[in-house]
């Protein structure tokens, strides 16, 4: 009497016993009458899309993100159909919204069992939707609905529809758009407005389209209904997913059924835990009262008159029922609901330090209330990975990292899993004595040397020295020494050493031995005199040495010796004398060996080079007699202040930088001299200039012609100036009185080029104008050649 039609809830995988509809609102239809066996999808009408679709494995719905079969309050359907698509009629023609929507319908024709109509019969199926918004007014707007029917009218109470609302304001009305969303109602009516965008309108191959945020989706909802009224009779549930009515928005559902029929049934947990917050539920009534009751000491927290509440359970079980009524319907169900005890997660005994590698760690957990799920490790305190170890205890092995180790404890299913206390297992790493350098020191006789042995690349402490003489008995030695270095000291034969090195619980190792190693054989020695010196730059430094004890010596190649190169020592004493020549500070060294011991003897004479003195005199000048002539030379080393100028002819000193010259009309018709500045250790440099003397008045001159060939003879053109002591300008001009060149500068000339353009070969127009050292103003002006 209480037995579900058979596949009403599509668990055959297939539209068995289902009848299907699709086509176009106020248009043609294509019908699909029962049984359908083995048909599982139908084409939207005349379009290749899916129109209507069994789903038999849940994917996420690409704008709900809701999954594509539901599990509600812990009943799973399995089964569930999709009606509908994205598809509308603007993929049927390119232009207009004609012929209208599509739709599509599915139906099945209950035959209700004869009985007494006191017993409920009830049908509850779960739905979901999305749908795009149209902006039309309500009853254009895309939609779902369910339909409940027997042959001669409509059971209105079970038979609901869903669309989104506006304020049907669409100017012009009808099947107008602009017509605005009631989105505080959509809200309301547990719609949500989807984050993913629609190109809505999108014409012929998606092109043309406007790209809205317009979709909105409303999650899985549970309605049931009662047909205990028409036991011995034929009712027709029908399931439909309409676009709006002129066809361009579109809309697609999901349904799923119960395959129970027998009344109510709450949903929900019959072991809950204590103190723990939960949700019972009904499939919803349309327009229906709810009334529940729960156990002593438990409080409804929310949802008292609605299909679903959500309490804080107490400490004891006991019966919680819930009562739904409309005009259709009135429905009771209880459920007996045990309680436990919450999880209590303990502590996991103990924390401990193994050694890397081999180590065998015995966990167990305390404390706890429930069972062990499994166990969890982490190296890094964070990344926790899972053992699938149900026990409450485990073995740890081989450990090579530091490691946390917890459980998930649960008390039954209806408590929250918890997470016991971590224990910390120190991983030591393995002792390791690394090595010593130098691994081998060479001591001949009379060396008084006190090696210095370093311990490198070590894991774990240093507990100790030790010391062998024949490799293989080992002595600590004492006082103890903990450092990674160790002074040896003075060695008269050969010594090995070696360190005790320990890395937390882990046993010791030892290092690797390094050796010293003793000859009888003097080891070579000299004496150098002297060690540093100074000299000038360009001069030489005399290298003095005696080897006392060797049979070899040589010098090193670096700087210019003579004599340099090797040479074998015939007899000690033996005394050696070098020239080195050095350009720039240097060290020279000397190299003794004594055959037989294979340590050398290395003696190093510093030598420091001065930087080159160097003396600017001045530019060559040239004057008339009885004019006064200052010169002004300069030098880079401050310490080079003694001066010397050669020769001393009508020089006002000879032993300063910036002496003066007046000369007469005995004097040569030129003087060149030398300026000389030296430093308290001799170190010196020189420049020269030279004086033109004119026994004339102050004058300018400038030559007939100039030959810019670059040989380094006559390439520039410039003034010759004599008597002058400022150059005004000097100015030439090509033959159609262009300046192609002017200076102020009384050392600079012309080189033949117009911007970087060599010049061919003609005649030019100079002119110039100076002052002399009278103060009166000289102008000259002339022409010259250019010779290429």
């Given at each position: 009497m209480q037995t579900c039609p058979t596949n009403i809830n599509f668990g055959t995988g297939d539209l068995s016993f289902w009848s299907a509809r699709t086509g176009l609102m106020g248009?043609?239809?294509?019908?699909?009458?029962?049984?359908?066996?083995?048909?599982?999808?139908?084409?939207?009408?005349?379009?290749?899309?899916?129109?209507?679709?069994?789903?038999?494995?849940?994917?996420?719905?690409?704008?709900?993100?809701?999954?594509?079969?539901?599990?509600?309050?812990?009943?799973?359907?399995?089964?569930?159909?999709?009606?509908?698509?994205?598809?509308t009629s603007r993929d049927l023609q390119q232009g207009g919204r004609s012929p209208g929507g599509f739709t599509r319908a599915v139906s099945y024709t209950i035959d209700v069992p004869a009985g007494p109509a006191t017993v409920p019969y009830t049908m509850t199926y779960a739905y979901a939707m999305v749908l795009e918004n149209g902006t039309h007014n309500s009853s254009e707007q895309p939609m779902f609905r369910a339909t409940l029917s027997t042959q001669d009218s409509i059971i209105t109470c079970a038979s609901p529809g869903y669309y989104l609302p506006t304020f049907d304001n669409a100017p012009g009305g009808g099947t107008s758009t602009g017509a605005t969303l009631d989105s505080a109602a959509a809200l309301a009516n547990g719609f949500t407005n989807s984050p993913v965008p629609f190109l809505s309108f999108s014409g012929n191959n998606n092109q043309g389209g406007t790209l809205l945020y317009d979709v909105w989706t409303k999650g899985w909802t549970e309605v049931t209904f009662d047909l205990s009224a028409y036991r011995g009779r034929q009712v027709t549930l029908t399931f439909e997913a309409d676009n709006c009515t002129p066809g361009a928005?579109?809309?697609?559902?999901?349904?799923?059924?119960?395959?129970?029929?027998?009344?109510?049934?709450?949903?929900?947990?019959?072991?809950?835990?204590?103190?723990?917050?939960?949700?019972?539920?009904?499939?919803?009534?349309?327009?229906?009262?709810?009334?529940?009751?729960?156990?002593?000491?438990?409080?409804?927290?929310?949802?008292?008159?609605?299909?679903?509440?959500?309490?804080?359970?107490?400490?004891?079980?006991?019966?919680?029922?819930?009562?739904?009524?409309?005009?259709?319907?009135?429905?009771?169900?209880?459920?007996?609901?045990?309680?436990?005890?919450?999880?209590?997660?303990?502590?996991?005994?103990?924390?401990?330090?193994?050694?890397?590698?081999?180590?065998?760690?015995?966990?167990?957990?305390?404390?706890?209330?429930?069972?062990?799920?499994?166990?969890?490790?982490?190296?890094?305190?964070?990344?926790?990975?899972?053992?699938?170890?149900?026990?409450?205890?485990?073995?740890?092995?081989?450990?090579?990292?530091?490691?946390?180790?917890?459980?998930l404890v649960q008390n039954g299913n209806a408590c929250t899993i918890d997470t016991a206390h971590a224990a910390f297992i120190t991983v030591d790493p393995k002792s390791d004595g690394g090595s010593i350098s130098p691994d081998l020191t060479n001591v001949c006789l009379g060396e008084n040397l006190n090696p210095k042995l370093s311990l490198n690349n070590n894991t774990g402490a240093v507990l100790n020295w030790q010391l062998s003489y024949d490799n293989s008995s080992w002595s600590n030695v004492t006082p103890v020494n903990t450092n990674t270095s160790l002074q040896a000291g003075a060695v008269t034969r050969t010594s090995y050493f070696r360190s005790i090195v320990k890395s937390g619980v882990c046993p010791g190792d030892t290092s690797d031995v390094a050796t010293i190693r003793f000859y009888n054989v003097p080891a070579p020695a000299a004496r150098i005199d002297p060690d540093s010196t100074e000299i000038c730059h360009g001069k030489s430094a005399l290298l003095n040495a005696t080897i006392t004890t060797g049979t070899n010596y040589a010098w090193s190649s670096n700087v210019p010796l003579s004599p340099g190169g090797s040479g074998v020592v015939p007899a000690a004493p033996f005394p050696l004398t070098a020239t080195a020549t050095p350009q720039v500070t240097s060290d020279v060294v000397l190299t003794v060996t004594n055959t037989g011991c294979p340590n050398p003897s290395q003696d190093t004479f510093h030598i420091y080079v001065t930087d080159p003195i160097i003396v600017e005199a001045g530019n060559d000048t040239a004057v008339v007699f009885s004019q006064p002539l200052q010169f002004n030379a300069t030098v880079n080393d401050r310490n080079a202040n003694n001066w010397e100028w050669t020769p001393s002819s009508y020089l006002s000193n000879t032993t300063i930088a910036d002496?003066?010259?007046?000369?007469?009309?005995?004097?040569?018709?030129?003087?060149?001299?030398?300026?000389?500045?030296?430093?308290?250790?001799?170190?010196?440099?020189?420049?020269?200039?030279?004086?033109?003397?004119?026994k004339t008045g102050a004058d300018i001159f400038v030559p007939s012609g100039f030959t810019p060939n670059g040989d380094g003879r006559n390439d520039v053109i410039r003034p010759i100036m004599a008597g002058v002591k400022q150059l005004n300008f000097f100015r030439i001009y090509n033959r159609w009185g262009q300046l192609v060149y002017s200076t102020s500068q009384a050392y600079k000339g012309w080189d033949g080029t117009i911007s970087g353009l060599k010049q061919s070969s003609q005649t030019f127009v100079y002119m110039v104008q100076a002052v002399d050292y009278t103060g009166k103003v000289i102008v000259k002006r002339g022409s010259f050649v250019l010779i290429r």
């Open positions: 248009g043609q239809n294509q019908s699909y009458p029962a049984p359908n066996a083995g048909l599982t999808n139908i084409p939207e009408y005349s379009i290749g899309t899916t129109g209507i679709q069994v789903i038999t494995a849940a994917t996420s719905d690409p704008y709900g993100f809701f999954p594509t079969i539901p599990t509600i309050n812990g009943y799973a359907y399995n089964y569930s159909i999709k009606l509908g698509s994205t598809s928005h579109f809309a697609y559902a999901y349904v799923a059924l119960r395959n129970v029929c027998a009344g109510l049934e709450i949903s929900g947990k019959t072991v809950a835990c204590t103190n723990t917050t939960i949700e019972y539920s009904v499939p919803a009534l349309a327009g229906a009262t709810y009334a529940w009751t729960v156990p002593a000491g438990w409080t409804i927290n929310s949802g008292a008159h609605s299909n679903i509440i959500n309490v804080t359970v107490g400490p004891g079980g006991g019966f919680i029922t819930s009562h739904e009524v409309n005009g259709c319907a009135d429905l009771r169900d209880t459920i007996h609901v045990n309680t436990t005890p919450p999880t209590e997660a303990g502590r996991i005994m103990s924390d401990t330090t193994v050694c890397a590698g081999i180590n065998n760690c015995p966990l167990s957990i305390a404390d706890e209330r429930g069972t062990i799920l499994k166990w969890l490790s982490a190296t890094d305190g964070a990344g926790w990975q899972e053992i699938p170890v149900a026990a409450n205890r485990y073995t740890a092995q081989n450990l090579t990292a530091s490691t946390r180790f917890a459980a002496p003066l010259a007046v000369y007469d009309l005995n004097a040569p018709a030129a003087i060149t001299y030398i300026a000389t500045a030296r430093t308290m250790a001799g170190c010196s440099g020189s420049d020269t200039l030279t004086v033109k003397i004119f």
